[in-house]
């Protein structure tokens, strides 16, 4: 049997001389985060930047309280995410980069420098395997792949399609480079949405299959024949006209999102860090966040990710609910998972359960208070 992992947890009391910065380093060295040999090596800190109008995301001087850490260990750390799927603020790496400076992640404010994991389109990957149940391979975003220690920072929340956005969502489906994404969101071919098409010729020339033409109209038309759904064409797309096709099965993109999670952490260092802070019912993709469901808890760290969310899903339903919030029209009483409540097409409880199947960690773990 797995033994049980240690996750370490501090809550937001502060006072002269002690605030949460000085208690987020105390945690995380508590922790064991200075077991890691950083001497010279690259470190990815994978967080999420924030989508423009969503003020959920984590604040930049959390993310220099561990930059600086790092430093301090030698290492030599770079802020990163993969470019999203849908056409929004963080599609490309120019829209993305200006998104993360106006949200406060450059270097003046963090201490290290942001790249974009997977290039200027969402383009550049690198194949890790992982011959799990559904993939072979995994397209993990270049700079993470690249990256000899993997960090990953966490603004723990719910989310629509796995009910709750954790370590295991900010790693996997954010590591994915956007070919990736297409694969974990869907199991179907790529359309064209040709009232979107303006002919560009961008998918034209990735396509490697050469499974697109133009028609006589001039816009792009898929030959399915040809076409291996790999998903490149929604990867280039820059106005929103290749698309994913049907959405994948809750349970299924779960599972896919850990073996992505896996890829990305296979063969390296990592450890995690999630904030159990302003807790919105939604995916911070979105570009606005409703109000928190929950208080404000605190700020949890492990080596092992699964233990991870896991104590932060139960922290979150141990914890009272905020009159007014979502779980209020939601009908939520005491005593009920608060995930389930809002999410009711989701069993959250899928991706855990197949992380610890494929020995990505446990759900066992020993809550340890650092005060």
């Given at each position: 049997?797995?033994?049980?992992?240690?996750?370490?947890?501090?809550?937001?009391?502060a006072r002269s001389g002690r605030n949460l910065l000085d208690k987020l380093q105390e945690l995380v060295i508590k922790a064991g985060i200075k077991k890691i040999d950083f001497q010279d090596k690259f470190v990815a800190l994978k967080i999420h930047?924030?989508?423009?109008?969503?003020?959920?995301?984590?604040?930049?001087?959390?993310?220099?309280?561990?930059?600086?850490?790092?430093?301090?260990?030698?290492?030599?750390?770079?802020?990163?995410?993969?470019?999203?799927?849908?056409?929004?603020?963080?599609?490309?790496?120019?829209?993305?980069?200006?998104?993360?400076?106006?949200?406060?992640?450059?270097?003046?404010?963090?201490?290290?420098?942001?790249?974009?994991?997977?290039?200027?389109?969402?383009?550049?990957?690198?194949?890790?395997?992982?011959?799990k149940k559904h993939f072979r391979v995994a397209k993990i975003g270049l700079a993470i792949a690249n990256a000899d220690i993997i960090i990953s920072l966490t603004h723990f929340k719910g989310h629509e399609l796995t009910g709750f956005g954790g370590?295991?969502?900010?790693?996997?489906?954010?590591?994915?480079?956007?070919?990736?994404?297409?694969?974990?969101?869907?199991?179907?071919?790529?359309?064209?949405?040709?009232?979107?098409?303006?002919?560009?010729?961008?998918?034209?020339?990735?396509?490697?299959?050469?499974?697109?033409?133009?028609?006589?109209?001039?816009?792009?038309?898929?030959?399915?024949?040809?076409?291996?759904?790999?998903?490149?064409?929604?990867?280039?797309?820059?106005?929103?006209?290749?698309?994913?096709?049907?959405?994948?099965?809750?349970?299924?993109?779960?599972?896919?999102?850990?073996?992505?999670?896996?890829?990305?952490?296979?063969?390296?260092?990592?450890?995690?860090?999630?904030?159990?802070?302003?807790?919105?019912?939604?995916?911070?993709?979105?570009?606005?966040?409703?109000?928190?469901?929950?208080?404000?808890?605190?700020?949890?760290?492990?080596?092992?990710?699964?233990?991870?969310?896991?104590?932060?899903?139960?922290?979150?339903?141990?914890?009272?609910?905020?009159?007014?919030?979502?779980?209020?029209?939601?009908?939520?009483?005491?005593?009920?998972?608060?995930?389930?409540?809002?999410?009711?097409?989701?069993?959250?409880?899928?991706?855990?359960?197949?992380?610890?199947?494929?020995?990505?960690?446990?759900?066992?773990?020993?809550?340890?208070?650092?005060?």
């Amino acid at each position: 049997m797995r033994d049980s992992a240690k996750v370490y947890f501090t809550d937001l009391r502060a006072r002269s001389g002690r605030n949460l910065l000085d208690k987020l380093q105390e945690l995380v060295i508590k922790a064991g985060i200075k077991k890691i040999d950083f001497q010279d090596k690259f470190v990815a800190l994978k967080i999420h930047f924030g989508e423009p109008g969503n003020l959920a995301y984590l604040r930049p001087n959390y993310i220099a309280c561990v930059v600086k850490l790092i430093k301090e260990c030698g290492g030599k750390p770079f802020l990163t995410d993969a470019n999203t799927l849908y056409h929004g603020k963080r599609a490309n790496a120019i829209d993305h980069l200006n998104t993360a400076m106006e949200n406060g992640f450059n270097r003046i404010t963090v201490g290290c420098d942001v790249i974009i994991a997977d290039g200027l389109k969402g383009t550049e990957y690198y194949p890790v395997q992982v011959h799990k149940k559904h993939f072979r391979v995994a397209k993990i975003g270049l700079a993470i792949a690249n990256a000899d220690i993997i960090i990953s920072l966490t603004h723990f929340k719910g989310h629509e399609l796995t009910g709750f956005g954790g370590a295991l969502k900010n790693i996997g489906m954010g590591s994915g480079s956007r070919a990736g994404k297409m694969e974990m969101h869907s199991s179907s071919k790529p359309k064209i949405n040709l009232n979107k098409c303006t002919g560009c010729g961008q998918c034209v020339k990735n396509c490697a299959q050469e499974a697109i033409h133009f028609n006589r109209n001039k816009k792009a038309e898929i030959d399915y024949q040809k076409c291996v759904g790999c998903g490149q064409c929604v990867a280039v797309c820059q106005f929103g006209a290749a698309v994913a096709g049907p959405g994948e099965k809750n349970n299924i993109l779960q599972e896919k999102i850990v073996e992505y999670a896996y890829a990305s952490l296979k063969n390296k260092p990592h450890f995690h860090i999630s904030f159990i802070m302003n807790v919105s019912p939604y995916c911070d993709c979105w570009d606005y966040n409703d109000m928190a469901i929950i208080p404000d808890l605190g700020i949890l760290a492990s080596y092992d990710p699964v233990a991870l969310d896991r104590a932060c899903i139960d922290l979150v339903n141990q914890a009272p609910a905020i009159q007014g919030s979502v779980l209020e029209e939601r009908g939520f009483s005491t005593g009920k998972d608060k995930f389930s409540t809002i999410h009711r097409s989701t069993d959250w409880k899928v991706g855990l359960d197949y992380a610890e199947q494929i020995g990505l960690g446990t759900q066992k773990y020993d809550l340890i208070i650092v005060d």
